[in-house]
């Protein structure tokens, strides 16, 4: 169940940084 959640934040994350980069704007996330 853990390694899920893992993925699921991973996935959110990563789609967060190309949304961001879509924006043009400097996203500081670590994932």
Known sequence: IAKKIVQIYNNVCL???VMGSFL???TRLRC
């Open 15 to 17: 789609s967060l940084k």
């Open 24 to 26: 043009g704007k400097n």
